[in-house]
Antibody
Framework: QVQLQESGPGLVKPSETLSLTCTVS?????????WGWIRQPPGKGLEWIGSIYHSGSTYYNPSLKSRVSISMDTSKNQFSLRLTSVTAADTAVYYC???????WGQGTMVTVSS | DVVMTQSPLSLPVTLGQPASISCRSS???????????LNWFQQRPGQSPRRLIYKVSNRDSGVPDRFSGSGSGTDFTLKISRVEAEDVGVYYCMQGTHWPWTFGQGTKVEIK
């Protein structure tokens, strides 16, 4: 059974960098598929942040492209999100998901505040 | 970016009655491989989204057969044949044909 679990700080200060990790169990992230990040501000809809292909190619939402990076740690079967220069507008629940989002993590709330 | 427009945004329904949600894209979602990468998701209150339908009309494993997807090109529909109490939540369409992948605004389904 494939499972995804997000982890990382729940509070980040403005102008700092948000870093989250998604740990995948039950499947090797280098075998196949895209692995992505999606976020949802409180009370709002879903926004795709970016995805990394099993080969390592990355795809980002242009609205965030200058601030976002996604990487893989194959030894730990994890992929990670970095979002720089955060503001209050980056406050959201952050989800990791597989491929065309057939499997999701439970989500982690990140608040940007001083 | 491809804009996904859902309607209605709010859908009060009676238990046991059908429901239908429309999703329109600003450009064709047919990919060069011939497939149309249009998915539907359900998000129950307090839960992560769950994919119901992929590539327009394919139900994911475990999804009740009262959910069905249809459409082509730029016009798509999610139908619930008989709404049950557990169907309350927000439904999103999403296109995975063009980068960046984009979601609709969401349709909130509630029981009358």
């Amino acid at each position: 059974q494939v499972q995804l679990q997000e982890s990382g700080p729940g509070l980040v200060k403005p102008s700092e960098t948000l870093s989250l990790t998604c740990t995948v169990s039950g499947y090797s992230i280098t075998s196949r598929y895209y692995w992505g990040w999606i976020r949802q501000p409180p009370g709002k809809g879903l926004e795709w942040i970016g995805s990394i292909y099993h080969s390592g190619s990355t795809y980002y939402n242009p609205s965030l492209k200058s601030r976002v990076s996604i990487s893989m740690d194959t030894s730990k079967n994890q992929f990670s999100l970095r979002l720089t220069s955060v503001t209050a507008a980056d406050t959201a629940v952050y989800y990791c998901a597989r491929d065309a989002f057939d499997i999701w993590g439970q989500g982690t709330m990140v608040t940007v505040s001083s | 970016d491809v804009v996904m427009t859902q309607s209605p945004l709010s859908l009060p329904v009676t238990l046991g009655q059908p429901a239908s949600i429309s999703c329109r894209s600003s450009q064709s979602l047919v990919y060069s491989d011939g497939y149309t990468y249009l998915n539907w998701f359900q998000q129950r209150p307090g839960q992560s989204p769950r994919r119901l339908i992929y590539k327009v009309s394919n139900r994911d494993s475990g999804v009740p057969d009262r959910f069905s997807g249809s459409g082509s090109g730029t016009d798509f529909t999610l139908k619930i044949s008989r709404v049950e109490a557990e169907d309350v939540g927000v439904y999103y369409c999403m296109q995975g044909t063009h980068w960046p992948w984009t979601f609709g605004q969401g349709t909130k389904v509630e029981i009358k």
